[in-house]
Nanobody, 115 residues
């Protein structure tokens, strides 16, 4: 089992920045990728960014150049630095840990971009 705890969401004005954090605990040796997904009201959950065990990163086209995913292995933590935020970025952001058996999810953190 893997437990994920997110933090860092909140209300920010358009053009602002936020940094999300996700701390993992439990049986994390089987995790081959970690990432961030988001779900806006009335929409499906979508991938925002992920990072593999080898360090490769992948981003949704809508966030390329604005968001950066990174990790601190000793702290079992993955970060999502979000810059130049737009109202369309408003969503619940979920941390994800992928193993070959199943995916694990955090509880979600709300990000609201509004003036």
């Amino acid at each position: 089992q893997v437990q994920l705890v997110e933090s860092g969401g909140g209300l920010v004005q358009p053009g602002g920045s936020l940094r999300l954090s996700c701390v993992a605990s439990g049986t994390i040796f089987g995790v081959y990728a970690r990432g961030w997904y988001r779900q806006a009201p009335g929409k499906q959950r979508e991938l925002v960014a992920n990072i593999t065990r080898g360090g490769s990163t992948n981003y949704a086209d809508s966030v390329k150049g604005r968001f950066t995913i990174s990790r601190d292995n000793p702290k079992n933590t993955v970060y999502l630095q979000m810059n130049s935020l737009k109202p369309d970025d408003t969503a619940v952001y979920y941390c994800n840990a992928a193993t070959y058996r199943r995916d694990y999810w955090g509880q979600g953190t709300q990000v609201t971009v509004s003036s």
